[in-house]
Structure formats: structure tokens, C-alpha cells
């Protein structure tokens, strides 16, 4: 008798594996070495038939724990495992299971649904809505246009026409699903797809409303109020709840996702919840100190400018930033980064102060370097 292999050899997976990625390698494999898809390949059907068996181990906790403490001994013939391994799965108690693992050789859509005609959430939607700068950081009320589906108004949501009704679907019987059963090499396995005569819905409609073409529904453009939250940032997602599609079977509607896109400040630049801003002062103020005004987001605030502030120098202002999303009392801070200025255009008595500025501190410019060689040329003619 061959020699059994490891049966987290077989799934190719650790033995740290958690159950999904259990499950998961399972998948692959029997999807890969199925009868169904190697038809007289005994080496695929062997290799099935062996990652079945590691699977009904190693997906049981029970199981799991034993076979790591005591290997394929634990389910041998009076091993710990008391009776051994079964062989395979019950098929009666796993068929949804194998219906949502083989489906799709079968042509259905997976085993777990257990109707698909009960009530079903409707379909989300996605919008977008652009915000100035201040709306976005203090919050706003603002108007979404959108189009979506409301109940026909002369059918009132039933898809007939006005006098019929629908019926229930006779293939189905009403349940919007039916069960295939295939014959494999281990048996019999169930799959359950959705009903192709009705659509899922458990109903037909013989004669169809003429204003909604028999969808129960008419899509119409709405305004919907939506309240935007202090402190959203740029490509942030508000959740409107059932303001989507409507629903099916009496489900809930689904929701509208709209993505927050804000236009840029002229002299704000925002990171997170923190504000920065570029101040621009004078050579005198740099030099000597002075107190200045500050625009912020809410007004504008005095600070005293240190004497000797360089370019570059960057300060901070507590509580101006942009208030915490959902937390609206607390706010991020506001940061100034100074720029001594540059004078372009100095008239007659500025362009003096500079110059014995310029000669108090030894400074030779253009302008003293002109002034000293005339100097210079009347000096040397007197001597």
C-alpha cells in the first residue's frame, strides 16, 4: 500500500494554515483534478479523492487537533481517532457545500443561497460632489442631484400591466431557485442555481406594464439633502443609506456612495486635519521683531515675530486647523511658514536707509561701490 502523504502537503498549505486558507486550497485543488473535468484520468481522481479526504480532516478542529498530534495514525483502525477516517464527506449534509465549491462545473452559482426570491437589498450607488474649501472644513448642507429607480406609479411596483398580475413561476414553484443533482465518482453532489425561467424572482409576468416595461420601476431625477460632517477630506466617501435602488422582494433600498472631491484654497494648503500657510514679512520686521496678523480659518490672530526671524522659520498656531472628522470640538493646528519679502521697487529716501544700513554694517553693495569710487577720483586729484 502507497504511502500517505502529508495531508497539508496535499492542500499545499502551512501547518499554521488558518481555516479559510484551508478551504481556499481546497477549492483549487478539486477544481483542478474534478472527475467531471479529467473524465478517465485516474491519477486526477485519485488526487481528488485525497485532497477530500485531507480536507474533511483538516477543516473539522476536532480532527485537525488530533491528526497534528498523532498524524494519519489518529484515524487508523483502533488509532485515538476511535472508528477512523470515513472515507468522504456525507454528501447529504454537505451538498451546499459541494454546490458552492463545484457550481460552476455545473453551470449555477453556488449551494449557500437558500432562496432566491426572499427580500433582497437593493443596488448601491455612486455620486460625487464638489465642496469649497471652508464647506469641507466646517461642515455644510448641500443638494445631491442623482438619478435613481422609484415605484412605478401605474403598476405600483408589480411589473403587470394595469388589471393582470404576475404568477407564480411553475419550473420553480415560487422559490426562484432549482436543484440539479450530478453524479460524480463520489457520489452524488446538489447544486442549486437560479431559476432560468423566471430569473430568481419566483414570478412571471405575462403582460407587462407598459410605463415600466414590466420592471416595477421608473428612474427618475431626484434631490437628496446630505449633511456634510466637519472635517471630510478630499476623496473621503459619505455612505446616504437607502438612497439607492430599491430593493427586491420587499428588500431594503441600497445606499448612495458619494466621493467628497474639494476645490484648493487660495492661501490655504491642508494636510490631514492641519492647516499650513506661507507669511510673508519685512526685512525690518525679520530684523527687528513686530507683531503681525495671521489670517486663519476662522479670523485673523497677532503674533510677535521674534527679532532676527529667518526665512524658513515656521511657527505654530494651536487649535486652527481643520476639526476631527466625527469629533468636531477638537482641531488639528495651524502652521505659518515665514518668507522675509524682498523689496522690488524702493523709491528716493528707502534706497537711502538701505545704504547706511548697508554701510553701518560694513556691507558693500552696488550702490556704495559706485559712491566710493567718485570718492575716491577727487580724493586722489586734491592730493
Not at 67 to 78: I, L, P, V
Not at 90 to 106: R, T
Amino acid at each position: 500500500m502507497a504511502e500517505q502523504r502529508d495531508y497539508y502537503e496535499v492542500l499545499g498549505v502551512s501547518k499554521d494554515a488558518t481555516d479559510s486558507d484551508i478551504k481556499k486550497a481546497y477549492r483549487k485543488v478539486a477544481k483542478k483534478y474534478h472527475p467531471d473535468i479529467n473524465p478517465e484520468d485516474d491519477s486526477a481522481a485519485h488526487k481528488f479523492r485525497e485532497a477530500t479526504e485531507a480536507y474533511e480532516v483538516l477543516s473539522d478542529a476536532s480532527k485537525r487537533q488530533q491528526y497534528d498530534q498523532f498524524g494519519h495514525a489518529a484515524f487508523s483502525q483502533g488509532g485515538p481517532g476511535h472508528g477512523g477516517f470515513s472515507g468522504g464527506f456525507d454528501f447529504g449534509d454537505m451538498g451546499d457545500m459541494f454546490g458552492d465549491i463545484f457550481g460552476d462545473f455545473f453551470g449555477g452559482g453556488g449551494g449557500r443561497r437558500s432562496s432566491s426570491n426572499g427580500p433582497r437589498k437593493g443596488a448601491s450607488l455612486r455620486a460625487s460632489i464638489e465642496l469649497d474649501f471652508e464647506e469641507a472644513v466646517f461642515g455644510s448642507e448641500k443638494e445631491l442631484n442623482i438619478t435613481v429607480s422609484d415605484e412605478c406609479e401605474v403598476c405600483h411596483g408589480s411589473g403587470a400591466k394595469e388589471g393582470t398580475h404576475a404568477e407564480t413561476c411553475s419550473q420553480c414553484g415560487g422559490a426562484g431557485q432549482v436543484r440539479y443533482n450530478q453524479q460524480t465518482i463520489l457520489g452524488t453532489v446538489s447544486s442549486v442555481r437560479t431559476c432560468p425561467t423566471c430569473q430568481g424572482s419566483g414570478k412571471i409576468i405575462k403582460e407587462k406594464c407598459e410605463a415600466c416595461a414590466g420592471a416595477g420601476y421608473v428612474k427618475k431625477r431626484k434631490k437628496i439633502s446630505v449633511s456634510i460632517p466637519a472635517g471630510i477630506d478630499n476623496g473621503q466617501t459619505i455612505r446616504l443609506k437607502g438612497k439607492g435602488e430599491p430593493g427586491e422582494n420587499g428588500g431594503p433600498r441600497g445606499d448612495i456612495l458619494l466621493t467628497i472631491y474639494i476645490r484648493p484654497h487660495a492661501m490655504f494648503e491642508r494636510h490631514g486635519t492641519d492647516i499650513y500657510y506661507k507669511m510673508k514679512i519685512t526685512f525690518s520686521q525679520a530684523a527687528l521683531g513686530a507683531e503681525i496678523e495671521v489670517p486663519t480659518l476662522d479670523n485673523k490672530v497677532k503674533y510677535n515675530i521674534d527679532p532676527g526671524t529667518q526665512t524658513g522659520t515656521r511657527f505654530r498656531l494651536r487649535g486652527k486647523g481643520v476639526p476631527y472628522l466625527n469629533h468636531s470640538k477638537t482641531r488639528g493646528d495651524q502652521y505659518v511658514d515665514v518668507i522675509v519679502e524682498t523689496p522690488t521697487k524702493l523709491n528716493q529716501r528707502q534706497r537711502e536707509a538701505f545704504e547706511e544700513l548697508a554701510e553701518a554694517f560694513g556691507e558693500e553693495t552696488t550702490s556704495n561701490k559706485k559712491k566710493k569710487g567718485i570718492f575716491d577720483k577727487m580724493k586722489d586729484a586734491f592730493e
